[in-house]
Each structure stands twice: as C-alpha cells, then as structure tokens.
C-alpha cells in the first residue's frame, strides 16, 4: 500500500469541487436529535440485555478486602491487572458485567468479526503470554481465547466477579478505602480502584417507530442468535438462512465484517445504509510461525508497538513493519509535507498537504469499489464521499465482493436511513421491504455520558462526584489521575496518548503506570495517592496548547467520532491527546515513570 507515485504521474483532484460533494453528502445527514436517535436494549429486546453466552452463577455476596479492585473485563482491566501482578501485587479483584473475561470481545461474536489493526500490535500481552496470532488480523475467536489467556497466566480468575455491576462505588476518607457495591449484593472494599469501563460495552439500537412490532426474529449483532443463524463463531456456515430474507441495518465497521456470511448464506440479504462505510485492502493472511520465530525475540512486541506507533501517529520510523491502511496514509501525509521546501511548512500549507493526501487516498478508495462491485449503480451509492478519518477506517477483502452474490441488495437510503419498522419487514424511501430476520449493526454507546454508560456515579472525597468534577469537561493528568478521586486510576486513551488507532497500546502503557505508581505508594508505606489540582490544571493547559481534535471534525459527515454531526458543546475540546503526538506521550510516560518522583502526585 505504499504511496510510490511521483507528483508527475498522480491524477488531478478538483479539491473545490470534493469539498462541495462532501459538504452536501455531510449536510443531507445531519439530524437534529444527534446520540438521541438511538436507544437501548430494551422492551422487546431487553432479554437480549442478559448474557447468551454464559449462564448465571450463583453465589454468595462479597464482603471482604482487595488491595486493588477493577471495574470492567476487557483489555483495560486484563493489562492493568497482569501489570499489578508482575510489580508483586496478586490481591487484585475483576468486576464485569459479562460472564467472562473479554469486554468487547466478550460480546463480539458475530460470524466475520476480527480486528482491524494488525494483530501482532493489537492483541495485549503477546510476548508474556508466549502466544503467537495464527493471522495478520486475528478473527474474535482468538482475541478471546488471549482474553482468557492472560486471565489464566496472570491468575486474575481466582478473584473475579462476572456478571456483576457496580450500583456505587464511593471513597471512605476516615477509612482510606474505596466502598464498592454490586447489584449481587456484594459491599467490599479496596485499596485502590480502576475504572475500565469503555465505549463498546453499551449496546444501542436505532430509536425507529415500529421497532417493537416485527412478528418476525431480530437482533443486535452483540448478541448474535446462531440458534435461528447456524453457524458459529469459529465460520461455520449459517445454514439455517437459506430460505429466509434477512435485513441487515447499519454498514459500520462490524457490517463490513458480517455482511459477506450473510450475503453468501441468506436467500435473500437487505443491507439498508445511511452513510457508506470507506472498505480499503485488508490482505489478511495467516502468519508464518518460522517467521515469528525469528522476529518475536525478546522485547518485540514493544518494538512493534513502537513502530506502529511511529508510523502511523507523529513520530518516524525508518521502516513499517505493520505495513497497513493506517501507516499508509501517514506514509503519504509525511511524503507529503517532506515536499514542502523548509520556509514553507507553515500550519496552513501543512494541513493543505495532509488534506491533498488524504484526498488521493479516498480517490483510491472510491475507486477500488468501481474495480470489484459488478453493477454500476450499487457501485456509486457504496463511495464514501468524506476523509478517511470523519469516520472509523474499514479494511476488507470480501465486503465490496458480497454486493455481487445474486441474493445481495443494497438498499442506500441517501442519507435518511430507514424510516420505520413494520410488522413485516423495513420501510425505506416509502417502500417496504418484508423480511424475515431484522439484524441491527448499529453499535455501541460512544458519545454518551461516563455516568450514563456505567452505571453509576463515582464519589470521591467528600461527596465529589465524577459528574461534578467533570461538568465542563474530562480533567485529569495522563487521563489516569483525578483531582479529589485518591487512590483512583481511568485506563483509557484521552488525555494521554489518544491514539485511537491502536486503543490496546494506550491501556497497557496507563496499566504500566498505574502499576508503577501503587507499587512506590506500598513501599513508601503511603495510603494515598492523588494528583495535585496545580499539576491536574497545568496538565490540562498543556493539551489545550495543541492542535485540537485531528478526526470527527463538524465539517465530517455525522457519527460517532463527531456526536452525530452535533455541536459536543465546550467539554469536548478536553477530549484531545498529548499535543506533541502519541509516540511523543509515550516516550514521555516512560521517562516520568521511570524517574521515580512521579510529578504531580502526592503520596501521604
């Protein structure tokens, strides 16, 4: 995917005339009720709420003491905890929701679901846990099963608690101990506490008229029915489609993955869209184990997060070794401004670079659809008109192919989705499409609040809460630290290195920290540990000092990485990155935790 075309030989762009077509598809789009377009899994659907995966267990309540307790399953909890355990800390407790290790991946199990960053940079704790990815981009199964993993290699099964969430979670200043409650039961305490629980646990469903009075069979793809499918996780084929008409809504990153099994196993395959999705090459392929072996020698997997990282997010690198979508367009965005004479690299004239390589990038991109989809017509209605970055990058190689399957249509709603559910099937642009199966691609809760999504609202010291402390906006030092929430530590990306390329990258740096920082706060006999208002501010001054949010701009077409194409009000310009970069923060994180003095913390 290298840019090797010369400035002589790349085809004109006329930019005005993108700009345009892109306003235009961007304002046809725009809806006034934003994130309240959408709702949970509930009424009909609120059994789809409950695990499918894994029964109830009874137990007991909890009503003992943990040196450390983590709220959330999935990759933040898993690294943050192997962190602990590597730094002597085993006393460490995992609270999820699901019935097992996992988070997204935990839910995730519809047919074609995988990641799309490569896995060798993706999936956390390769090196410790001596696993080797059987692919380049590793199918969910796997990702799972390294859940699990890590779970067994760091003992962290022995202490958790599944199928539980927290009711409240408040600190006991006379005690130095964070209270936690369960809707189990449970009441135990912590020493320390992490909060873990990110953006795609909360399943959502469009909130359109109707949706409640299908006689037929529908889901979310979260919890996919193989009972009424076939097939399995592992691609089983879904055998039990064969005779059925199947709508499909939603064309995001998980339909991109889905809808080659359905257009290969159903009669016929309805694929309602609003707003295409940008499907670049993803040239999966198995990894070679003669090859791992000579490059997983020790330390590797850090050094290809590193590069990753380099390439793909404000530093340099010599070489690629992930070699994907996402280093491509930073490769061309770097050759781009490296052909900027010196005295011309002015902000302007770099952006302008930036946004002509993005502008050949989409052409590609548009282009590799007119390549692959057979009719001309359903060609034109799957080009992405916006940059790359307005919404999540796609990478796929059979996505594009399914539109050719004989029972496969795509029904483009130009933009205004669909309008309402019958009875009997899908009403879009006033025609009615009777189905037999309604599957909701639609996604997880992104741009909600904190609170909302977890479940509760944390209180710190003296009745604070995170609501309270966050009412103008996320304020924190590295996206960890909380003024006035000791003993407290977010595992997440904003605020810190915000690459949200590789979001596993953020949690296992913040987990390092975090490790780093309860071990000094043990050895020096400390009970607490907060960051200081003065370098919380200073913190949050520096972020302010950078370039702003560099993906969802208002100009994109609406979803997630912009709120739905609604203003986010003054809070949303906290949710940034370090402004030197990714590779910048973390080179920088190292060198604070490895000094030992920690700036910015109080331990007392």
């Not at 460490?92 to 996992?102: L, S």
């Amino acid at each position: 995917m290298a840019d090797d075309t010369s400035a002589l030989t790349r085809p004109a762009i006329d930019k005005e005339a993108l700009k345009t077509r892109y306003r235009a598809e961007r304002d046809k789009r725009l809806r006034a009720d934003g994130n309240a377009q959408y709702k949970r899994l509930t009424g009909r659907f609120a059994h789809y709420a409950i695990d499918p995966y894994t029964p109830l267990r009874e137990r007991a309540p909890k009503t003992d003491h943990v040196a450390f307790a983590f709220v959330g399953g999935g990759f933040a909890g898993l690294v943050t905890c192997a962190r602990l355990v590597e730094a002597g800390i085993t006393d460490v407790r995992i609270v999820e929701k699901g019935g097992d290790f996992g988070g997204a991946w935990y839910w995730n199990r519809y047919p074609g679901a995988q990641c799309d960053t490569a896995s060798m940079v993706y999936m956390p704790l390769l090196e410790e846990t001596g696993h080797t990815p059987t692919e380049k981009y590793a199918h969910a199964p796997e990702i799972l099963e390294q859940c699990q993993r890590i779970g067994r290699h760091f003992g962290l099964y022995d202490n958790a608690l599944f199928h539980t969430e927290i009711t409240d979670l408040s600190w006991d200043d006379e005690r130095k101990l964070w209270v936690v409650q369960t809707n189990r039961g449970d009441e135990f305490t912590a020493s320390f506490i992490g909060l873990g629980t990110g953006p795609l646990h909360v399943a959502k469903l469009p909130g359109l008229p109707g949706i409640e009075d299908f006689h037929g069979h529908s889901f979310h793809t979260s919890r996919w029915d193989y009972d009424y499918t076939g097939g399995d996780p592992n691609g089983a084929p879904l055998d039990k489609l064969a005779n059925k008409r199947v709508a499909i809504i939603g064309t995001g990153a998980t339909a991109v993955q889905c809808v080659p099994h359905l257009a290969r196993a159903a009669k016929e395959l309805y694929v309602f869209q609003r707003t295409p999705s940008s499907v670049d090459v993803r040239d999966n392929h198995p990894i070679d184990p003669d090859w791992f072996a000579e490059i997983a020698t020790p330390g590797w997997q850090q050094r290809w997060l590193d590069n990753f990282t380099a390439n793909q997010a404000g530093g340099t690198a010599e070489e690629d070794l992930v070699k994907d979508g996402w280093t491509d367009l930073s490769r061309r965005i770097r050759s781009r401004i490296g052909d900027l004479p010196p005295q011309e690299r002015t902000p302007m004239k770099m952006w302008a670079a930036w946004e002509d390589a993005d502008f050949e990038k989409m052409e590609e991109i548009r282009a590799r659809v007119d390549s692959i989809v057979g009719d001309r017509e359903t060609a034109q209605k799957l080009k992405a008109w916006y940059r790359q970055l307005c919404k999540r990058p796609c990478f796929h190689d059979e996505y594009l192919l399914a539109f050719n399957e004989p029972g496969a249509r795509l029904i483009d709603t130009d933009g205004k989705g669909v309008e309402r559910i019958t009875a009997t099937g899908v009403v879009a642009d006033g025609a009615e499409y009777e189905v037999d199966c309604i599957i909701y691609a639609s996604g997880f809760e992104v741009g909600t609040e904190w609170t909302s999504r977890s479940g509760f609202d944390l209180e710190g010291r003296d009745g604070l809460k995170i609501s309270e402390a966050w009412a103008e906006g996320m304020k924190t030092k590295h996206g960890i630290h909380v003024h006035g929430f000791p003993n407290a530590f977010f595992v997440q990306p904003t605020q810190g290195a915000n690459l949200i390329s590789n979001v596993p990258h953020n949690l296992t740096e913040a987990g390092r920290t975090i490790a780093m920082v309860i071990r000094h706060a043990l050895d020096t006999g400390a009970r607490e540990v907060e960051v200081t208002k003065e370098a919380q501010d200073a913190w949050v001054e520096l972020l302010l000092s950078g370039p702003g949010r560099m993906i969802g701009s208002s100009d994109c077409t609406p979803g997630y990485y912009n709120n739905e194409g609604q203003d986010p009000g003054p809070a949303a310009r906290l949710n940034v990155g370090y402004p030197a970069g990714a590779s910048a923060y973390f080179k920088y994180i190292d060198q604070w935790r490895a000094s030992g003095a920690f700036e910015g913390l109080e331990f007392r």
